[in-house]
C-alpha cells in the first residue's frame, strides 16, 4: 500500500491501491424526513462535508424557518464524529414571497432556492405552474446572488417524456437567462446532450449537476430484458448518445459541472409495484462509484475537481480542508437497507463494488 496525491498520479501506470482526494459535497441530495433521516444522514455524513438538501417534502419546505427546523431533524441523525453540513434550499411555489428570499440571504445555511415544474416529480404539485408567476421572487434573487436549482422538465401532455428536458432549455430557460443573466442557476441531474451544450454555451453564472446513475445508466439499462424499476428516476434515463455527452462533461474538467447524487431513496414497495415512484438510492455507494467510474474512464485526474472543487467554487463555498482516501478493495453493495421499518433497495444491490472508504478520515 501506498499513499497518493494527484502530483504523484503521473508516475503510476497500474491501478493505485488508495485514491485520496479532498473531502467531498453532495450539490443535490434528497434526504427525506423523519425515520428515514436515520438511514439517509449517515449515508451522506460517512463522506460529504456538505450536502445541498432538496425541499420536496410533503408539505414542501417553502419558508426559512421550515428550512431551519428540518435542517434541526436532520442534524439530529448526525453521527457524533462528523462535521456534515446540511445546506437548506427552498421550494419555489407560486406565491414565493420575494422577502423569503431576503430572509434566505441571511442564514449562511439556507443557500439556494429550488423550481420544480408543478407536477414534474416526487411532490412537486405546488411547484411553479408559470415561470412569469415567480419573476418577482427571481429578479431578488439575482440581485442577491442566490442560485435557481432547476427541475429541468416541461409537463404538457404532449411532450414526450424523453424530450422534456430539451423543450425545458428552449422554452423557459433560455428565456429566463436572457432575462436575468446575473441569476445563478443550476440545471440539476441533467441528462441529454442538449443540456451539456446549452451550459457549456452560457456565461459562469450558468452550471449543472450530473449523478452517477446518469453516467453509469442509459435507457437501455432500464428497459431491455426486462424493466428495472430501481433506475427509474426523473429525469429519465435516455438514449447511449446522450450518456455519453454527459461522460464527456463530467471528465471534462470544466467547472461548470459537478458532482450532484440526486440521491432519492423510495421504499422497495412503492418502486416494486404497477406505478412505481422516480428516484435512485445511490448514497450509499457515491463517492465509490464516481472513483470506479473516473478510473475505468482513465480520467482518475478529473475527478477531485468533479467532486470536491468546482461545486463549492460555484456556490461561492469555501473548499473543505480534510481528505478522504479510498482503497481499491472490492465489497458487496447490501440488497436492501432499511427506511424507518420499510426496505429500500439500493444502487448496485447485490453488485461489488470496486473502490471501498477507508475509514479514517485525514486531517
Ligand atoms: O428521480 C427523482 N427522484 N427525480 C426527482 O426529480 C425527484 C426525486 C425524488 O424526490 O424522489
Ligand atoms: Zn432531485
Redesign the pocket.
Request: charged letters at 10%; a negative charge; proline letters at 8%.
Given at each position: 500500500k501506498f499513499g497518493y496525491t494527484w502530483e504523484k498520479r503521473k508516475d503510476f501506470m497500474t491501478t493505485p491501491e488508495l485514491v485520496t482526494i479532498t473531502k467531498p459535497d453532495d450539490w443535490h441530495l434528497?434526504l427525506r424526513d423523519e425515520i428515514a433521516l436515520e438511514t439517509t444522514v449517515p449515508a451522506t455524513s460517512r463522506v460529504f462535508g456538505r450536502a445541498i438538501v432538496?425541499p420536496?417534502l410533503k408539505p414542501p419546505v417553502t419558508t426559512v424557518k421550515m428550512a431551519l427546523d428540518y435542517r434541526a431533524r436532520i442534524l439530529e441523525y448526525k453521527p457524533l464524529n462528523s462535521n456534515f453540513n446540511p445546506l437548506m434550499t427552498l421550494f419555489l411555489t407560486d406565491n414565493l414571497d420575494p422577502d423569503e428570499a431576503v430572509r434566505l440571504s441571511t442564514e449562511e445555511s439556507v443557500v439556494a432556492i429550488k423550481y420544480?415544474p408543478s407536477g414534474?416529480?416526487?411532490?412537486?404539485d405546488t411547484g411553479v405552474t408559470d415561470i412569469k408567476n415567480v419573476y418577482p421572487v427571481v429578479e431578488k434573487m439575482a440581485e442577491l446572488g442566490i442560485p435557481l436549482l432547476l427541475?429541468g422538465e416541461v409537463t404538457e401532455d404532449h411532450i414526450d417524456i424523453f424530450d422534456r428536458e430539451k423543450v425545458f432549455i428552449e422554452t423557459i430557460l433560455a428565456p429566463l437567462i436572457e432575462r436575468y443573466p446575473e441569476l445563478k442557476v443550476i440545471l440539476?441531474?441533467i441528462t441529454t446532450k442538449d443540456s451539456v451544450e446549452f451550459v457549456e454555451s452560457q456565461s459562469s453564472n450558468v452550471a449543472a449537476t450530473i449523478t452517477i446513475h446518469h453516467l453509469l445508466y442509459n435507457r437501455n439499462d432500464m428497459l431491455v430484458g426486462g424493466i428495472r424499476p430501481h433506475l427509474?428516476?426523473?429525469?429519465v434515463l435516455k438514449r447511449n448518445i446522450h450518456q455519453a455527452s454527459l461522460i464527456k462533461a463530467a471528465l471534462s474538467g470544466s467547472p461548470k459541472f459537478f458532482l450532484g447524487t440526486?440521491s432519492?431513496?423510495?421504499t422497495k414497495p412503492e418502486k416494486e409495484t404497477s406505478c412505481g415512484?422516480?428516484?435512485?438510492f445511490s448514497a450509499p455507494a457515491a463517492i465509490e462509484l464516481y472513483t470506479q467510474f473516473f478510473m475505468e474512464q482513465n480520467s482518475l485526474s478529473k475527478l477531485e475537481g468533479f467532486a470536491s472543487f468546482f461545486g463549492a467554487d460555484f456556490y461561492g463555498q469555501p473548499r473543505n480542508q480534510e481528505k478522504i482516501t479510498l482503497e481499491n478493495i472490492p465489497w458487496r453493495m447490501p440488497d436492501q437497507y432499511q427506511l424507518g421499518d420499510v426496505p429500500t433497495v439500493p444502487i448496485f444491490a447485490g453488485q461489488t463494488i470496486n473502490w471501498r472508504l477507508k475509514d479514517d478520515i485525514e486531517t
Open positions: 434528497h432538496m420536496n420544480y414534474a416529480t416526487t411532490n412537486s427541475h440539476e441531474h427509474y428516476c426523473l429525469p440526486d432519492a431513496p423510495h415512484c422516480a428516484g435512485v
